[in-house]
């Protein structure tokens, strides 16, 4: 029923609430490197990006992929048509 009878006194409140709890945003605190704040102390995932910044120097970023081949003797081992077949998975 109040909402009703007094729409705007509703809405300025709202307003003013929002206002009041967004203020704190502006006191947030920051951060030099913020991937060491939201990852757990000792993660692999810091020590391989500072070691992915120490070897690739630049400010694009660092996309890595990690790849293995497996040493086959038997030539008749290597499966042909592609890689995705029955003993793949």
Not at 25 to 42: I, L, S, Y
């Amino acid at each position: 029923m109040t909402l009703a009878r007094h729409p705007c006194k509703i809405f300025w409140i709202s307003f003013l609430v929002f206002i009041i709890l967004s203020s704190g945003m502006a006191k947030r605190e920051g951060f030099e490197n913020e991937q060491e704040v939201w990852t757990p102390a000792d993660n692999p995932s810091i020590k391989d990006a500072k070691r992915a910044g120490e070897m690739f120097p630049s400010k694009g970023g660092f996309i890595g992929i990690l790849g293995e081949v497996k040493d086959i003797d038997d030539e008749s081992k290597i499966p042909t048509g592609g890689i995705l077949t029955k003993a793949a998975f």
